[in-house]
């Protein structure tokens, strides 16, 4: 023991010290301050009083009038005392005592995690619990309230005879977790209680009882367990549904009663390249876990996947085995057709060292695709999404193996050159259902002779070829030639870069049919961000060929202050060959995309940014011979004072064969004010102008500080082809090291554009 003060006082017929004026003792870490202390060495007791502080190891400090306590601080009685932990936790209490160094037990006690007012010390805290006694016990890590009070700004609100939590530093231990809430128009109001088991330090159980009011129990378990090299979880929830006409009468909900799912997650890291991972469901109908809203289940499109990647400086490896899901409520709706992937693999190595002076990278890419149902719409002049040919039924498998070289040339003017030399080869097998077959011809004779173009261009003839194996190759040879020059002034800078590239292929083998399978080249938007991209496909089903130049001008700019530009505008052109753009395919990717004919549309984007935290985008493409708009973006982000908003706005134009029928025009808004310190409100909303619907709405009020948060949200929800309303209700109450009480819909996602 190391002990310091003004003056010492030595009693050797009593065996006493005492120290008086600024004392100070350390002992084993811990230290004590007091204007004067009493040390007995006959019991080995100190005896302190005056603004006495004791400041353990760990962090802890107690504050007190007087206080007496051994030598080793372990055992001891105060009065008038003050603790704050180290967790920024705070107790009071009329006087305590600990035993042991491990329980102290606070007599007619205060507990609250919020700090006191620096402006006004003595006013009650937002929260605080108070009690005839406080048992706080270090070995189990608990803090015990018996005849407790809880009380919110000063006022009483609950008297509960005893309840337990956990202390404030423990992160993991077995009990109650705070209940939530939460109500539904189907299910009703749910009561939700889990129960938290930490089994050890590295993996735990959940149990969480959920009660409907109009559905009755829904059981829940977690099962989590953590390795040193990663993780996995299994899930797994049951119901027996009391009340199923509550749902509508063609929702899968109300023909089923007895309803569950189990579901697993996990990633590990096999080493430091390596990384091994799943995430499957399986449950006894489609809609299940988006219903009742199973966490991390629950979504209404989600993949099943099993996959390993391996990553190092310059080779990229991925295989995974998948299983699409769509979580409808309308039975054989959009689930049945989904497929399954086994497996897709992806491969790339770029070569370490140059290769005549330029960069060679491989590429290798294979799926095997399985559906179990044919995902086909017959032609029906009243069906606007017809003809569509979503997948076959059957078994399809695709090899793809690419190989590119490019290098960079700068000559004295500052022109850049690069040449690129590309080829690829295809080996593409398929074992497709007798529907499938069917259903190639009907699609065939369906698209002869329609429109797939803004300018009245239509499909001639068109074959179906279906054969059980294909083989394609496609050799490119290309040049880029990029100009960048620099414009200066002495407050900003410029860089005009005009942009040319030529590339000349043979023709796609197999374009102007139907033959080959195309499942991961369903999706095509040309825009300013694929202007320059060597295959404007998606995926590798599709593939591209003929000779296209590509043109454009790229522009950046550097105000000042904080000032700054970007922009790109161009266009594409198809030279020679068959252009693949304009040949029908099983989804019609490429009708009415801007590419469809040899002039393509304009696209271009712009930017700005703004010192002031503004931003502006904007997107567009426009129509080769009359710039109509065919499709538009803009976008805004800024933050005025204590305002922050996003505004959004696109619109696109119909396309009948791609399955839009209709123009698309939304416009969606979001935007949080700062009212306080810590008060806070957003809003958000999105307008279909097409359907006059406004698909999604909210108003959220939070409120959050050290120790307390708050929140409530009230959210609008109109589905565009039923027109169904749904309003959610959701509020929260955190009260910290206590819990949270309350339902999850509380907060907004980020908010984007609601796609139809």
């Keep these: 023991m190391l002990l310091e003060a003004d003056n010492l006082i030595y009693d050797n017929d009593k065996q006493t010290v005492t120290a008086a004026g600024d004392v100070r003792i350390e002992y084993d870490g811990n230290r004590l301050v007091a204007r004067r202390i009493t040390y007995n060495q006959q019991t080995g007791r100190i005896v302190a009083s005056g603004n006495v502080e004791i400041i353990y190891r760990d962090g802890t400090r107690i504050f007190s009038d007087d206080i007496d306590v051994t030598d080793d601080f372990a055992d001891g009685f105060v009065n008038a005392l003050r603790v704050e932990t180290v967790d920024d936790t705070y107790f009071a209490a009329e006087s305590a005592e600990r035993r042991g160094g491990l329980l102290t037990i606070f007599n007619n006690g205060v507990y609250t995690a919020c700090a006191p007012c620096e402006a006004n010390p003595d006013r009650a805290p937002i929260w605080r619990v108070k009690s005839r006694k406080i048992i706080w016990n270090g070995q189990s890590r608990t803090v015990r309230f018996e005849s407790a009070q809880f009380e919110f700004f000063g006022m009483p609100l609950a008297r509960l005879p005893a309840f337990e939590i956990a202390d404030p530093s423990v992160t993991r231990k077995t009990g109650f977790l705070i209940p939530s809430i939460g109500y539904s128009r189907e299910l009703g109001a749910r009561l939700s209680q889990p129960y938290f088991i930490a089994l050890s330090p590295t993996y735990d159980l959940t149990l969480t009882a959920h009660t409907y009011t109009r559905q009755g129990f829904l059981g829940e378990a977690e099962w989590r367990q953590r390795f040193d090299n990663g993780f996995y979880s299994l899930k797994a929830a049951g119901i027996i549904q009391q ?386 708009v065919r499709r538009t973006d803009f976008g805004a982000q800024a933050t005025v004072g204590q305002v922050d908003l996003v505004a959004t706005y696109t619109f696109i134009e119909s396309q009948p064969l791609y399955g839009f029928d209709n123009d698309r025009r939304e416009i969606s808004l979001a935007s949080r004010v700062r009212l306080t310190e810590n008060w806070s409100v957003t809003g958000r909303g999105a307008y279909d102008f097409e359907s006059e619907t406004l698909v999604k709405s909210g108003i959220n009020f939070a409120y959050a500080d050290e120790c307390f948060t708050y929140a409530m949200a009230v959210t609008r929800t109109e589905t565009i082809d039923e027109g169904d309303v749904d309003f959610n209700f959701g509020f929260r109450i955190g009260f910290r090291t206590i819990g949270d009480f309350g339902s999850a819909e509380t907060s907004f996602p980020e908010f984007t554009t609601v796609n139809r």
């Design 243 to 628: 009340n199923p006409d509550a749902f509508r009468a063609d929702y899968i909900d109300a023909e089923e009663k007895t309803r569950w799912m189990v579901g697993t997650k996990g990633s590990f890291k096999i080493n430091p390249r390596w990384v091994f991972g799943w995430d499957a469901l399986i449950q006894s109908d489609p809609s299940f876990s988006r219903t009742y809203g199973i966490e991390g289940y629950s979504q209404t499109r989600r993949v099943d996947t099993i996959n390993l990647t391996g990553l190092d400086d310059r080779n990229y490896f991925d295989v995974r085995f998948l299983k699409f899901r769509v979580q409808d409520r309308v039975r054989d709706e959009r689930d049945p057709f989904q497929p399954w992937v086994l497996p897709s693999l992806d491969y790339a190595y770029t070569l370490d060292n140059p290769v005549a002076g330029g960069e060679l990278a491989f590429d290798v890419n294979l799926a095997v695709v399985h559906r179990s149902d044919l995902d086909y719409r017959a032609y029906n002049v009243l069906d606007p999404l017809s003809p569509r040919f979503g997948g076959a039924e059957g078994t399809s498998g695709r090899l793809t193996v690419a190989a590119e070289w490019k290098r960079n040339f700068i000559t004295d003017g500052g022109v850049v050159l690069t040449p690129l030399l590309a080829a690829r080869g295809d080996m593409i097998g398929t074992d497709l259902s007798a529907a499938s077959l069917g259903a190639y011809s009907d699609m065939a004779t369906n698209l002869a002779g329609l429109d797939y173009s803004h300018d009245g261009s239509s499909y001639g003839a068109v074959a179906a070829d279906i054969r059980s194996s294909y083989y394609r190759g496609m050799a490119t040879a290309g040049m880029e030639v990029r100009w960048p020059v620099l414009f200066s002034t002495t407050s900003a800078s410029h860089i005009l870069e005009p942009i040319g590239q030529l590339l000349v292929r043979p023709d796609a083998a197999y374009g102007g049919s139907l033959s080959i399978p195309n499942e991961d080249a369903q999706s095509l938007v040309f825009d300013a961000t694929n202007l320059f991209e060597h295959d404007k496909f998606s995926g590798y089903d599709l593939i591209e060929g003929g000779t296209r130049a590509n043109l454009g001008l790229r522009y950046s700019g550097d105000f000042g202050g904080g000032w700054t530009a970007n922009a790109v505008f161009g266009q594409s052109y198809h030279i020679a060959g068959d252009n693949p753009f304009a040949q029908p395919n099983l989804v019609n990717a490429g009708a009415f995309s801007g590419l469809e004919t040899d002039v393509s549309d304009f696209v271009g984007m712009v930017s700005v940014q703004t010192p002031g935290s503004l931003t502006l985008s904007a997107g567009g493409r426009f129509d080769e011979k009359t710039l109509a």
